[in-house]
């Protein structure tokens, strides 16, 4: 059984003299499976995923995009950018093949791998993940909460706007605990995410917003505009020669279920959940997990 205890961080070299934190859990021969944290996040251990993917033989790697936490960052990263970091972090391990998962705004970077590593990535998976900004026949900011309305079209506005409004945002949640995290996030969390917010869940989102944020907004700034730019690949080729699922709760107030019923109709062949009575917090990593490794199998 995978402990987090045992879990071992690295610091791994990137592009451009940049380093990547990151932290590997679980078993040593298992195969990788790359975790994209949500936006803000950082790198913070969730037991019961670390757990639910030892006990199907996966190795949990975790890392933090550039600009949060211990990672560099990259000022003006794409999202296509974050398939060279994953490559730099599978040649430290010594691995050549992964699966993929990105949760919230991990999501799109979970399916860069897909894109832009066909030939490492095995399967890979958004778990209420975005859509693209401009995506065709899509309201991308339609049934986001305001506090999410307001972050994105300040980032629309440009970097100057988007750092004034992340740095008054950033003094309550690079503090937070996890028994402040239900109330501290207001109408982003609808009632079944409040419901969730309880024990190792609100503790796992309390770390995530510390760590990332520890050393400043430059993460949570870059992902907002490299969200609401052109990714740099095309979602047709997410699902090309490597299999996606797509995970959306249907009550999510940060991420719409509009996203991710547009992404489960544009990624080709994508398999599809959209889930019922369920919201933005939903990690069914058992699920999850066993949906990458059967697609995984079957490529």
């Known amino acids: 059984m995978a402990d ?4 071992v961080r690295l610091s791994v070299a990137a592009g451009d003299g940049r380093s990547v934190e990151v932290l590997v859990a679980g078993p040593g021969d298992g195969l990788p499976m790359i975790f994209h944290h949500g936006t803000p996040g950082g790198v913070a251990v969730y037991r019961p995923m670390v757990v639910a993917a030892a006990e199907r033989g996966l190795r949990t790697v975790l890392y933090g995009r550039p600009g949060y936490g211990a990672s560099t960052p990259q000022p003006g990263r794409l999202v296509a950018d974050a398939a060279q970091d994953v490559s730099a ?14 949760w919230s705004g991990g999501g799109p970077h979970a ?67 996890g028994a402040q995290v239900a109330d501290g996030l207001g109408d982003l969390v609808c009632e079944e995410d409040k419901a969730a917010l309880h ?5 796992f989102v309390a ?8 050393r400043g907004i ?19 080729s997410a699902g090309g020669s490597v299999p996606v699922t797509v995970w959306q709760g249907e009550q999510d107030a940060m991420v719409p279920l509009a996203h991710g019923q547009w992404l489960a ?35």
């Open 199 to 203: 024990g190792a869940l609100a503790e």
């Open 4 to 7: 987090d205890h045992a879990a």
């Open 89 to 102: 972090i599978l040649a430290a391990l010594g691995a050549r093949h992964f699966v993929s998962a990105g």
């Open 218 to 236: 430059a993460g949570w700034r870059d992902d907002d505009l490299a969200f609401t730019r052109d990714w740099g690949f095309a979602l047709a």
């Open 111 to 177: 399916l860069s791998c897909a894109a832009l590593l066909p030939g490492s990535c095995l399967a890979a998976a958004s778990v209420s993940g975005l859509a693209p900004y401009a995506a065709p026949g899509l309201d991308w900011l339609a049934g986001m909460a305001e506090e999410n309305v307001q972050e994105f079209r300040a980032a629309l506005a440009g970097e100057t706007e988007l750092a004034a409004l992340l740095e008054l945002a950033t003094v309550a949640l690079k503090d937070m605990t």
């Open 207 to 214: 770390d995530s917003f510390r760590a990332g944020l520890s």
């Open 265 to 299: 109709r544009h990624v080709r062949a994508a398999r599809s959940h959209m889930v019922s009575g369920a919201g933005h917090l939903m990690l069914p990593f058992d699920a999850v997990f066993d949906d990458l490794l059967e697609l995984a199998g079957a490529r």
